[in-house]
């Protein structure tokens, strides 16, 4: 049992020590909120460019280069000065919204089967219920889920090395 954990714990490291591949990561500064928002090599972002216009594209990055100031994706290359904007998904007003319109979308339905094989009245309450639920959790999911800052108005974006440098070791000299 002992011998499982050591070997466990030694694979971990192991796994952990090659999985990390660098420290350059791309910091989203928003205005007046403490913690900024990272994103490292292999996580996506929605931006817009100021190349492609009034269009959201979502971007995976595959390396960040510090001191050109570009982000390599799987189908090009992004300077930082071209994104104008940066959006962001909250996935609890997102999941919140998906429960509310399913819910929605059930009251409607089962209320309207069970209005045609029982004796069962549709009333406007009914209706209201499923409506009102549904059109919550659709606003929900597409506006108070999603983030939109404006780069240069309230965030700021920069690539940042946080690696620590390697340590000098002060030579010795013999007289």
Request: glycine share 10%.
């Amino acid at each position: 049992m002992n011998t499982t954990k050591i070997i466990l714990i030694f694979l971990s490291f192991f796994i952990l020590n090659f999985t990390i591949q660098s420290q350059i990561v791309l910091q989203l500064e928003i205005k007046n909120e403490v913690e900024a928002v990272k994103f490292y090599p292999g996580s996506t972002i929605k931006i817009k460019t100021r190349s492609f216009g009034d269009e959201w594209i979502t971007k995976k990055i595959d390396r960040i280069l510090l001191e050109e100031n570009i982000i390599l994706t799987e189908d090009g290359m992004l300077n930082l000065d071209d994104i104008s904007h940066v959006q962001l998904y909250n996935g609890r007003a997102g999941g919140v919204g998906k429960l509310l319109s399913v819910f929605g979308g059930g009251w409607l339905l089962y209320g309207g089967l069970a209005s045609l094989f029982s004796d069962y009245k549709f009333t406007w309450g009914t209706a209201a219920i499923g409506l009102v639920s549904g059109g919550v959790g659709l606003f929900f999911d597409k506006v108070v889920s999603r983030k939109k800052y404006t780069i240069g108005k309230n965030a700021h974006l920069r690539i940042l090395d946080l690696s620590y440098p390697a340590p000098v070791t002060p030579s010795i000299e013999k007289p």
